[in-house]
């Protein structure tokens, strides 16, 4: 893959994809399709990991002034004819405080086929420059080590990951949840047993109106992250919005964040 950027404003040509001082990114990836719905759609969305030479080992690089990582998205704006929604959500979580993927509009062609507009962006995990949690391991499954860090989505299972489990939803069907941290292959009993029994607690205190910072669902989740989440949602229409694709994750000692 190579990403030509000869800088802010300044027009960039497929001619230039030889010329080095043109180039972000010139180096190798594994790459494969993403999504679910959207794969459907001539247009792909894709997920890609930036490798060393040897095509196995992870390269950590900054892609278009990002914080250097090696799982990136190129997202194809599926459904959304503006091409804004995505890239105006992402960008006014992050201006009122809480993460959400940098991203950067690219055209992208793929084996000289020139393929759109598309919305380079992060892949959500466990990072210091992205979800700053702390990364559990298989060993830590007693208080208070196995109270994190976890991120945990609500989502189809397209992506071939195990459910972990699942929770009815006001819509009269079952919302499913799915291990992204730690990976589902990792977990452990004990911290699946912890992670899910904290979002059955939010679903009791929270259907019974328990508004107690002891034992209520303020207890559980941090109260103001929800709400910037609904707000966001709501502000972009987003279809898929509080069930499917929907990230929360949990730092060790701390509440549910979404």
């Not at 894709?46 to 690089?61: C, F, I, M, R």
């Not at 959400?100 to 062609?109: D, G, L, P």
Request: hydrophobic share 35%.
């Amino acid at each position: 893959m190579k990403i030509i950027y000869k800088g802010e404003g300044v027009q960039n040509y497929l001619t230039d994809q030889n010329t080095p001082a043109f180039l972000n990114y010139n180096g190798r990836i594994s790459i494969e399709i993403r999504g679910s719905s959207s794969q459907a759609l001539p247009k792909k969305p894709y997920g890609l990991t930036t490798l060393e030479a040897d095509n196995s080992t992870n390269n950590n690089v900054s892609l278009l002034g990002m914080p250097a990582e090696n799982d990136w998205i190129l997202n194809s704006l599926a459904f959304d004819p503006s091409l804004m929604r995505d890239y105006l959500s992402y960008n006014l979580s992050r201006q009122i405080g809480n993460y959400a993927s940098r991203t950067a509009y690219c055209e992208v062609v793929i084996n000289g086929e020139y393929v759109g507009l598309y919305v380079l962006q992060e892949k959500i995990k466990a990072d210091s420059n992205r979800v700053d949690v702390t990364k559990i391991t298989n060993t830590q499954n007693t208080i208070p080590l196995v109270t994190g860090g976890y991120i945990t989505k609500a989502d189809k299972t397209t992506g071939g990951d195990p459910v972990a489990w699942s929770m009815p939803s006001y819509t009269g069907w079952e919302t499913n949840f799915i291990h992204d941290l730690p990976k589902p292959e990792n977990v452990t009993s004990q911290q699946n047993f912890y992670i899910q029994n904290q979002f059955a607690k939010l679903a009791i205190t929270s259907n019974t109106n328990n508004v107690s910072f002891t034992n209520g669902y303020p207890s559980i989740i941090d109260v103001p992250t929800f709400v910037d989440f609904m707000i966001s949602n709501e502000l972009a229409s987003n279809a898929d919005g509080y069930e499917l694709s929907t990230y929360f994750h949990k730092d060790r000692n701390g509440k549910i964040q979404a």
